[in-house]
């Protein structure tokens, strides 16, 4: 990987600021530099539509963008006071959302700020609960968007089971670097019988997790069709996850341990727990 590329890939962590109370922000014209907007009223036009979008969503607008000024020098020793804005994550989320698709660099900070937020959501949610308790929420929530991938899928020209296999072996081969399902199978030492799903702890499932429900918006969001672009989409989501956690530093899928206990037993001793509640 060259220099260039390693800039992009770390430029959206590296622009982030914290603040006196230990929160995490970014500047509008530092991401617009970094989004290559050249026009910041181009660029303001984004804002504005991320701004509807957060309104729209139920959120408090002035809670994820706040308007600051700053000063910048000009020759000659002068400086010059101009406008720009504090943005959240959650902000940041929704400019690059809302940004030229077109532009390698805007893909980029989707992935980044997706699985920031995404990563953020999560432990929030879940930080109270056990790691199998995690394992059950989040392989629960994993089951329903996999349904609506495969209508997405469906939709795209995925046809039938066999194409719905290949389309996910895609899709895992780009998380996994280029592992299909049956190589974490036997990487996992599991039986045939076992499903490799069941088989991960919470922070491997959180990750397919992400690469699963941004397949599906992709594959709407652009109105994809035909398999092969369906499989490509799916190949470059998985690569655009892993690459944003080894940007993050974290571990690979593939090297993450895989639990004693699988989800099925977890949820029967849960079940079991439940039953012997009602007869107390």
């Not at 770390?10 to 500047?27: A, C, D, P, Q, V």
């Not at 349904?147 to 066999?162: C, H, W, Y």
Request: glycine letters at 6%.
């Amino acid at each position: 990987m060259n220099n260039l590329d390693d800039y992009k890939k770390t430029i959206f962590e590296r622009l982030k600021k914290i603040n006196e109370f230990g929160s995490e922000y970014w500047l509008a014209r530092d991401l617009s530099e970094a989004l290559d907007y050249s026009q910041w009223r181009n660029f303001v036009n984004v804002i504005d539509k991320a701004k509807e979008a957060c309104k729209n969503t139920g959120n408090n607008v002035l809670d994820h963008f706040a308007e600051v000024s700053k000063m910048i020098s000009l020759p000659k020793t002068a400086t010059r006071e101009i406008d720009d804005i504090m943005l959240s994550r959650y902000a940041c989320y929704l400019i690059v959302q809302n940004a030229d698709p077109a532009k390698e660099i805007v893909a980029l900070g989707q992935s980044y700020f997706a699985l920031k937020t995404r990563e953020r959501e999560l432990d929030e949610e879940y930080q109270q609960l056990t790691e199998d308790k995690k394992r059950l929420a989040i392989r629960q929530e994993l089951r329903e968007h996999n349904k609506q991938l495969a209508d997405a899928a469906k939709d795209a020209g995925i046809e039938d089971s066999t194409d719905y296999a290949v389309f996910q072996n895609y899709g895992y081969m780009g998380l996994y670097g280029g592992l299909k399902a049956k190589d974490i199978h036997i990487r996992k030492g599991l039986k045939k019988s076992q499903k490799i799903l069941d088989h991960m702890g919470s922070t491997e499932l959180a990750a397919n997790l992400f690469r699963a429900t941004q397949t599906e918006e992709k594959l709407r969001r652009e109105k994809v069709k035909g398999k092969k672009v369906a499989n490509d989409v799916h190949y470059t989501v998985g690569k655009k996850v892993r690459e944003t956690i080894e940007e993050l530093g974290g571990t690979m899928p593939e090297d993450l341990p895989t639990p004693e206990e699988s989800i099925a037993k977890i949820e029967q001793k849960s079940k079991s727990i439940i039953e012997g509640k009602k007869e107390d």
